[in-house]
């Protein structure tokens, strides 16, 4: 009977373990969303490590559509590549950051979202390309996820990576 008691009592532990962890996917439009919980890990990085930013402009892509203007206290721009150009002649954007497709590497799933320094491009000839802009790479967070046979579904495992600069 005590056998069995503990039998039960370590099924019910590894249960709630088990489901204690959020369960992410890639349809759902909330924040189950593999893409989205990569938004709020790229956030909380800015957080903790840029304290003084309070906005981020993001491509607008048909995955980033659904999610909202505001997460992890961070305004979200959602900004076509399409109209790059044109903000940052105004002056609106001077950073840029790009959701890249999820993808699958030694058996996890993983999102990067990388954070681009928009500027006009330079060339030999000249100190700039006045119509012309460039995105250089100031690095990225790369958060990982792993398939869950049981649960049908993707689990969080961590991010990381870092960013250079982003103001």
């Not at 659904?66 to 150009?85: A, C, H, L, Q, T």
């Amino acid at each position: 009977m005590k056998k069995l008691f503990c039998i039960l009592t370590l099924s019910l532990l590894f249960y709630c373990s088990a489901n204690s962890q959020t369960r992410y996917n890639t349809e759902k439009q909330d924040s189950t969303n593999v893409y989205h919980k990569a938004i709020i890990e790229f956030c909380d990085y800015v957080n903790d490590q840029f304290p003084n930013v309070n906005k981020l402009n993001f491509e607008n892509l048909p995955i980033t559509t659904m999610f909202p203007d505001e997460i992890e206290g961070i305004k979200i721009n959602y900004v076509p590549r399409s109209e790059v150009k044109r903000r940052f002649k105004a002056g609106e954007i001077k950073y840029y950051c790009v959701v890249s497709p999820m993808q699958l590497k030694d058996g996890e799933f993983y999102v990067s979202i990388i954070t681009f320094k928009v500027d006009f491009q330079k060339n030999l000839w000249s100190e700039y390309k006045r119509n012309q802009i460039g995105f250089v790479s100031q690095g990225g967070i790369k958060s990982r996820f792993r398939y869950d046979v049981s649960s049908n579904s993707l689990m969080f495992i961590a991010s990381d990576g870092g960013i250079q600069f982003i103001e």
